[in-house]
């Protein structure tokens, strides 16, 4: 279906708009007030998008991070290209406006604030330079162009989402296209509607696919060029070509606000401590970023803790000696923040996990034996005592678990809370890997600091009370309304990755940089992706991926958390965060790692 270049909703008077909110089915009813304005915000973006522009290489050809030459061998076709930079028309060349075409664009991995305005962006890309061009959305995240399902979008579908967040209108997946036989459904696709150009939102590993997959069309001799889009909350997709990734404005923001609410909490009942765990399994930006804004007693941070080495008594032990000094000042009270991905980062629960991966993998021996009498393996004693209900059960197949592993192991198995226990060898993926994604980090740690501070109390050392309210501040990050920073942002990079499409520019990441500066001042263009990879060893084999970013601890934001995170150990120098502003003075606030960070 052909787009509209008819006048936008936030452009129309406000008798308009109501006819257009009833013309949509909108009902009024469903939706706040702010909901209803935030529809009609009109996103700012550089002058240069707005007009005929040329894209234009702005470097010499650029190498990979690392193994330059493993990445030139498996991506023939898509390495070694220039950044290229968009531009006002120069003249030189003809203008490129006016060539219909046909878009296909997906979300991938978790959603995050923001994606519905990556949409936006391409229909108005599209709409602005010819009525006859289109854009498909692929349902269901990557399976829906291996699956061909897909719908049209349109001003008509595509208005209600305007600067809201989640990813509903379209949904999303974390189907990797990796196999033979899903990069053929996935060219086939393309090929049969005929798209020019392919759009990915997603994290590291969304775009090392959206690479592959690009480079596995060029080989076929196919036309869609497939473009990426940095998407994640946990802002580890963040290198020297890319500045942010959106969503983690908008998480960190929300983020703050609920640990600023429970800091002013804890220091008005003066009677517990609020323990949160934050999104960021790989990198702890979210808690830094969420640190400098609320200044909490005590912030953890998962680099710091693999750099120093710090075992889990380590911890332990930092939380307890705060928790013992506050309350020799009568503060019995206090907010505590971790990572989500703490227990990974901890020398001696890693080596544990690992060992129970291996044990609890293990096949039981059966050569002469019939096969009822075969013993069980660790694994299926696990399975059968988790089946069962049986605490007691579970905790005998703990210490059976527990004499197959090294002496440091067994140790630290035996001293974690039951709950914990059990879970690390019980719970499970379909791979029998233990789901550490599932640990209540937040909650060992309370139990274990509880029994620590019991022990002290017995050798007259601490003499206070301790009780610990824990939270888990995860998915109430990914949906919520995304900030004006946001908002802008994935705008911009939605017009930014049609202009690449248009341009033929396969296998590059959209970007937009000096995000410090008004959006108008921004400059954008695109990079190609294998510029960002290196090769990593995953699984028992080496595999090209984009890296991760994790915490600088020499870099100037962890420099500054250093220097102020002592003063916010015994006292109350809480900071208030409030909700996001959309409107007013502090509605374009930057977060503070962006502005430390520039």
Known sequence: MPLTLAKLPYEQDPEAIELSRKRLGIRVEKHTPLALQRHLYRPRCPPVLRGAFTVRRASSPQSAMDHDERIKALFPHVHHKPIVEIAFHDGEKPMSIGRPLRLGVLFSGGPAPGGHNVLAGLHDFLASRNISSSLVGFLGGPSGLIEGKYKEITEETLFRYRNQGGFHLLGSGRTKIETPEQLDAAFT???????????????????????VLAEYIAARG?????????????????????EASFGFDSACKLYAEIVSNLALDAVSAQKVYHICRLMGRSASHITLEVALQTHPNLAIISEEVAAHKQTLGMIVDTIADLVCERAALAKNYGVIILPEGLVEFMPDIKSLIQELNEVLAQAPARNGVAAGDAPQNPSEEADEANALGDPDASLVVIRRIAQRLSKESAELLSSLPSAFAVQLCMDRDPHG?????????????????????????????????????????????????PSNFDCNYCYVLGLVAGGLVENGCNGYIARATGLTQAPELWHVGGVPLTAMMTIERRKGRDIPVISKSVVDMAGPIFQNFKRERHSWALSDDYRIVGPMQFYGDGADCLTISMQIGD
Do not use: W
């Open 189 to 211: 696709t393309c090929e049969r509607l005929q798209l020019d150009g392919l759009v990915i939102v997603g994290g590291d590993d969304s775009n090392t696919n959206a690479c």
């Open 222 to 242: 196919g036309t869609t060029c497939v473009v990426g889009v940095p998407k994640t909350i946990d802002g580890d997709l963040r290198n020297a070509y890319i």
């Open 433 to 481: 890997n233990v789901q550490v994604s599932k640990i209540e980090s937040e909650r060992l740690v309370a139990e274990m600091v509880e029994r620590e501070l019991e022990k002290r109390k017995q050798e007259g050392t601490y003499r206070g009370k301790f009780s610990a309210v824990t939270h888990f501040l995860g998915y109430e990050g990914r949906c919520g309304l």
